[in-house]
């Protein structure tokens, strides 16, 4: 296990900048790389796609009619409305565990003590839900999701890389279920899915706590649970610089790379 | 999620104007091409329909005290027939949106960003039920029309239309000719204009008659893409892209739209700090060295590779033959004459800071 | 909407005109939705191009869009007008706005390209 783990706290970026950042992470992730936080935030609404979602279910329409942009994840999954939400991405060097070590169950006990803190139980054991056919990422419940009540309060997606895996997580404060249906064309149903599978956390807790709270609060929970110190970090100038990159030939607002599935 | 149209919509295709959506209406881009309608506004007169602006009435025994704790500049001091371009702001001082206001006897008209109107009604209902103010709030965006005549030849054209009286009209004030139906001196533009606004019912009949009129003197009918271009060329901030909730005054550097000297306002605490601290981000012009157009949400670096902020407008000016663009950058790299890098799609552009407005001589909000 | 007769199309809306070499350029369709252009970057003389390769951009005012070559072959010649006036491709898609020539290098790619009438079906489904 890595000692240390690098926390970083962006300013609002679009989500395309936010994108070319979390894959610059893993991009150019090395044995070297410090297990890595990122605490980002959404300088606008924003829809995201899994790396490999279709967006065959998206209605463009609306996102045009009200000026969402679509941005496309390089971590899997299903879409997600940004809005209300703390979000923040975690690299994790292939070193950070023992071979064969199950990332997402790590994961999962690190979110669960962070939600304890919050004074919320989550549930012990998650079965596979109903709605595995549903566009949108609080609708499907599998096992190792952060969920109250049955309900999904937490998205969390993966990806693989060569040195690590990157991890990208929404938790989600306020949502209007309404319009992120709107963005699906089957949006009745997607609504219903939300109605009974999607829980933010500003219909149980209140009042909210600050963002920085809970920024605090996973801090300290990746301390407890993996005993490691946190430090205050640094971007590193190849990191950006990949980003940046990532921006010009990948991430950029129109493209083909956000729609081409 | 239905697109509004604009009540001349069918009109405006029948023109052959070639049609887009901006916040949620299908609005003409251009009729011809936004070279020459450019041009129309900048060497005679260009006519736009500009009914997607959120316009709203406010009414009520305090709505003068309302405004005046709701907005950042002192409402309170504008007389009767004349406006102001103010901001309402947020509790940390964020733009809620950027409006022109005007007195009437009893009342005010508030034009707002198409982007920001349903947030902003939402804004004002939230202020005035929360705190009991005496204020009501007609929204009345779609039962008015509302054309924008710009250009060296503009105000003729509503002198000769309009019953007129032969004196000077100052910028900033608005005459009524009949009970719906009002001119205002005033252009989102770099280039002088006229603003007519008039019920419905009235609206393609005087529709009719300006293009008649514009026509007649070779200027052109104009739409959002000329519109956006005599807008930027002046700094004039647009909702979603210069001003957002995030974005306070100072950071537009725009102090001069601040009245201090108000009791107390919504957002001026944050903003005295920020005053006190310095500000996060700054708005800069930039000359971009290249032939590629910056789009909004373009980071920015420095020479260094240091991400530093981004692009909020990029245009081509057909005037000055350059590619010019807004940004928000950390203070520290906004002093002019300093080249930063836009990441574009397959390519990094030079940007150099240059001072703003970009042309001078506009009107002034 | 013009489209003429006896040029070949292809679904990047470009238009190929075969007199020995090809010229081609972007359709009229394509110019409308770009809007006014303001610059093009043209693919170098003497450049090996294959069928699809991004080979230049268009920038007009409200959008960029890239130049994808119809056929393969090697560029042969490019049209240097539109460095000082991109405009010509808004006022004459067909003719004084054509791009490039390029030698084509296999004729077999001809057949892949659409006439007139598959233009005009191809359009209605954009």
């Known amino acids: 296990m890595t000692r240390v783990v690098r926390a970083l706290i962006d300013p609002p970026l679009s989500g395309y900048e936010n994108m070319s950042r979390d894959e610059a992470l893993l991009e150019t992730g090395s044995l070297d790389t410090p297990l890595t936080v990122r605490f980002f935030e959404w300088r606008e609404k924003t829809l995201s796609v899994g790396r490999f979602q279709k967006t065959t279910e998206i209605d463009f329409e609306y996102l045009k009619t009200k000026n969402l942009p679509l941005v496309r994840r390089p971590t899997g999954g299903r879409a997600i409305l940004h809005d209300k939400e703390v979000t923040f991405s975690l690299f994790i060097p292939s070193v950070s565990f023992k071979q064969h070590t199950f990332y997402y169950e790590e994961l999962q006990k690190v979110l669960t003590r962070m939600m304890e803190k919050m004074g919320i139980k989550v549930d012990k054991k998650v079965e596979s839900g109903l709605y595995t056919s549903s566009p949108y990422c609080f609708s499907i419940h599998v096992s190792h999701e952060i969920m109250v009540g049955g309900k999904k309060i937490m998205g969390v997606a993966q990806a693989r890389g060569e040195k690590g895996n990157l991890f990208q997580a929404s938790f989600v404060l306020e949502a209007d279920r309404e319009e992120i249906a709107s963005c699906f064309k089957e949006r009745e149903k997607v609504k219903k899915e939300l109605e009974s599978n999607f829980l933010p956390l500003g219909e149980i807790l209140s009042p909210l706590p600050e963002k920085q709270e809970i920024y605090q609060l996973l801090l300290k929970s990746l301390k407890e649970e993996w005993g490691v110190e946190v430090e205050g970090g640094k971007w590193g100038a190849d990191e950006l610089q990949k980003a940046g990159e990532l921006f010009s030939t990948k991430y950029y607002p129109d493209s083909s790379y956000h729609t081409e599935r | ?365 | 909407m013009n489209i003429p007769d006896g040029l070949l199309y292809t679904r990047e809306h470009f238009w190929v005109k075969k007199e020995g070499v090809v010229i081609c350029g972007i359709t009229d369709y394509a110019q409308n939705e770009l809007g006014d252009v303001v610059f093009v970057e043209l693919p170098d003389v003497g450049k090996k191009v294959k069928k699809g390769d991004r080979i230049g951009e268009v920038e007009s005012i409200k959008t960029v869009s890239y130049l994808y070559a119809p056929l393969s072959g090697e560029v042969i010649e490019v049209n240097k007008e539109l460095d000082k006036k991109p405009e010509l491709i808004n006022q004459s898609p067909y003719g004084e706005g054509w791009i490039c020539k390029i030698q084509p290098e296999n004729e077999e790619e001809f057949k892949n390209l659409m006439n007139k009438e598959e233009y005009e079906a191809f359009l209605k489904t954009q």
Not at chain 2, 65 to 76: G, I, N
Not at chain 2, 272 to 290: P, W
């Open chain 2, 1 to 365: 999620m239905a697109l509004k149209k604009l009540p001349l919509s069918d009109f405006h295709r029948s023109l052959g104007a070639r049609m887009g959506v901006f916040s949620g209406w299908e609005m003409p881009l251009y009729y011809r091409s936004i070279r020459e309608e450019y041009f129309s506004c900048i060497n005679s007169c260009g006519l736009f329909d500009i009914s997607h602006l959120g316009k709203f009435f406010l009414r009520g025994k305090e709505v003068t005290s309302f405004l005046d704790y709701a907005t950042c500049r002192q409402v309170s001091k504008v007389k009767e027939g004349k406006g102001k371009y103010t901001f309402f702001l947020n509790w940390r001082g964020g733009i809620v949106d950027g409006t022109t206001i005007f007195r009437e006897k009893e009342e005010w008209i508030l034009v707002s960003n198409a982007g920001a109107r349903e947030k902003l009604f939402h804004w004002l209902d939230y202020l005035i039920k929360n705190q009991k103010w005496e204020v009501e709030v007609e929204d009345v965006t779609e039962k008015k029309t509302f054309f924008a005549l710009q250009g060296p030849q503009a105000q003729q054209i509503v002198r000769q239309l309009f019953p007129v009286p032969n004196d000077n009209w100052p910028k900033f004030s608005f005459r009524q000719f009949s009970p719906g139906f009002r001119i205002i001196h005033l252009a989102f533009s770099r280039e002088d204009g006229f603003e007519i606004m008039s019920d419905v019912s009235l609206g393609l009949e005087w529709w009719k008659k300006l293009v008649e009129e514009v026509e007649r003197r070779g200027g052109a009918l104009c739409g959002l893409g000329a519109r956006d271009l005599l807008r930027f060329e002046a700094t004039f901030p647009l909702y979603g892209q210069e001003i957002d909730e995030t974005t306070t005054p100072l950071e537009l550097g725009r102090e001069d739209l601040i009245d201090w000297e108000k009791d107390d306002f919504i957002g001026k605490k944050p903003l005295l700090l920020e005053k006190e601290e310095g500000s996060k981000k700054k708005l800069v012009g930039l000359e971009i060295l290249g032939r590629r157009i910056p789009r909004y949400g373009y980071p920015l670096y420095t020479k260094e590779g240091m991400p530093c902020g981004y692009v909020t407008s990029g245009n081509y000016s057909f005037s000055w033959h350059k590619v010019l663009a807004l940004g928000f950058v950390n203070p520290i790299y906004g002093v002019e004459g300093n080249t930063l890098l836009v990441a574009a799609p397959w390519t990094k552009l030079e940007a150099r800071i240059i001072g703003l407005p970009f042309a001078k001589g506009g009107l002034s909000i």
